[in-house]
């Protein structure tokens, strides 16, 4: 009898055995699929917080040169609009869109590339408080010099401006001062090469520049290679007074009917300052869009 008890408590042992090796794998296989729930719910947190911090990062970030007054005178912070968001720009090329939907921006880092087909005609059409002035520009001897202000006048650089200048002296009106609306302006932070390289070997630049009523003409300092953004239009026969220097680079011209506002324009002129004036009046550039053929 003392055999046969203790092989059923032999056999009642290793049952036992078996029921609690059973339990702890079961607990085990549990404790494994919690485990695995937990870690798959901290990698889907994990790659949706990147992905939320990949969208918070993007950016649209631009950066400003001397620029210029021409005759008897003597460029970052970011400066842009207020919503740069859906820039339609070329991620390529660094152009604005040419329909003008890009987000203003006034101040760059270099110049920009070439933006423009030569080949083409493009037209600059100002749309002023006084009246439109539509110009030609010179694609085929200026090609550098026209690309840089349709660029500009893509990033909107020259909309809401204002003419800040105006001087009967040497018949001209002077803008494209974005920041500060006078010629010391910074400019949009670069200058670009004239266009033929002067001569200088005088010691006193010489261009191939004559000036006549009604051209859009680049202003610049008294260094060479140093135009920018600011702009002037002839708007009368003392424009001729130029002539000895030549050296500010013309690259459009304007019909009769532009000619007829840019004259209205400098007959606003009250005298004052270094400059030689400016209009009674605001006189504001809504716009300056480009047309292509």
């Not at 008897?72 to 339609?88: H, I, K, L």
């Not at 390529?92 to 921006?105: L, N, V, Y």
């Not at 030609?136 to 349709?150: A, G, S």
Request: charged share 20%; glycine share 10%; proline share 7%.
């Amino acid at each position: 009898m003392g055999t046969e008890k203790r092989d059923r408590q032999r056999a009642n042992k290793e049952a036992g055995n078996r029921v609690a090796a059973a339990q702890a794998d079961t607990a085990a296989r549990r404790m494994r699929a919690t485990l695995g729930a937990i870690a798959a719910v901290v990698i889907a947190v994990v790659v949706i917080t990147l992905i939320t911090r990949g969208d918070d990062d993007e950016s649209t970030t631009t950066t400003a040169s001397d620029d210029a007054a021409p005759a008897t005178t003597a460029a970052p912070d970011t400066a842009t609009d207020d919503d740069n968001s859906g820039a339609a720009t070329d991620a390529e090329t660094g152009c604005p869109a040419e329909d003008g939907s890009s987000p203003r921006t006034l101040s760059f880092d270099s110049p920009p590339p070439m933006c423009i087909d030569p080949t083409q005609t493009h037209v600059a059409v100002f749309d002023t408080s006084e009246g439109e002035v539509r110009v030609t520009l010179n694609t085929t001897d200026t090609p550098m010099t026209t690309n840089n202000f349709v660029t500009l006048a893509r990033w909107g650089y020259y909309d809401g401006t204002t003419i800040f200048r105006t001087d009967p002296s040497i018949d001209i009106i002077q803008g494209g001062a974005p920041n500060t609306e006078a010629a010391n302006d910074p400019g949009p932070g670069y200058q670009i090469q004239d266009e033929p390289q002067f001569d200088d070997s005088s010691g006193q630049l010489l261009g191939p520049y004559r000036y006549v009523p009604g051209q859009l003409v680049m202003a610049r300092t008294g260094q060479p290679n140093s135009a920018s953004g600011q702009f002037f239009f002839t708007t009368g026969p003392n424009a001729a007074l130029l002539d000895g220097q030549g050296t500010y680079v013309v690259f459009g011209e304007t019909d009769d009917s532009g000619l007829g506002v840019l004259q209205q324009i400098i007959g606003m002129h009250v005298p004052g300052g270094r400059l030689g004036g400016a209009p009674s009046e605001t006189v504001t550039i809504n716009s300056v869009t480009i047309e292509v053929s």
